[in-house]
């Protein structure tokens, strides 16, 4: 499976960006998908994950109310709505897939990973 993260971007605080990532085949749909970010000189961190059906989801503390997952396996995409930018949502965001169903948190339970794309948030 491959995965391309695209929609980052520069944003004033306050507003608005959708990530999409996209999946090379069909087989991802089976397993959960995360989105992760990682700002200079940090590691990555989980930022929010949803299940195989769309059914679940579960968010960071820090993004919970603003930013909202979503995912269409008719289409292989995953995507992720973020309102309410702060310039500490400001990484470089990963779309990962998982090795199995579930809602996991932690970069170990990710086989699968997209390049990134920048987001960017300017005070």
């Known amino acids: 499976v491959q995965l391309q993260a695209s929609g980052g971007g520069l944003v004033q605080a306050g507003g608005s960006l959708r990530l999409s990532c996209a999946a090379s085949n069909r087989m991802f749909s089976n397993n959960a998908m995360g989105w992760f970010r990682q700002a200079p000189g940090k590691e990555r961190e989980f930022v929010a994950v949803?299940?195989?059906?769309?059914?679940?989801?579960n968010y960071a503390d820090s993004v919970k109310g603003r930013f909202t997952i979503s995912r269409d396996n008719a289409k292989n995409t995953v995507n992720l709505q973020m309102n309410s930018l702060k310039p500490e949502d400001t990484a470089v965001y990963y779309c990962?897939?998982?090795?199995?169903?579930?809602?996991?948190?932690?970069?170990?339970?990710?086989?699968?990973w997209g390049r990134g794309t920048l987001v960017t948030v300017s005070s």
């Open positions: 990962a897939a998982a090795r199995s169903s579930g809602l996991p948190t932690t970069t170990r339970a990710y086989n699968y």
């Open positions: 949803i299940s195989w059906n769309g059914g679940y989801t």
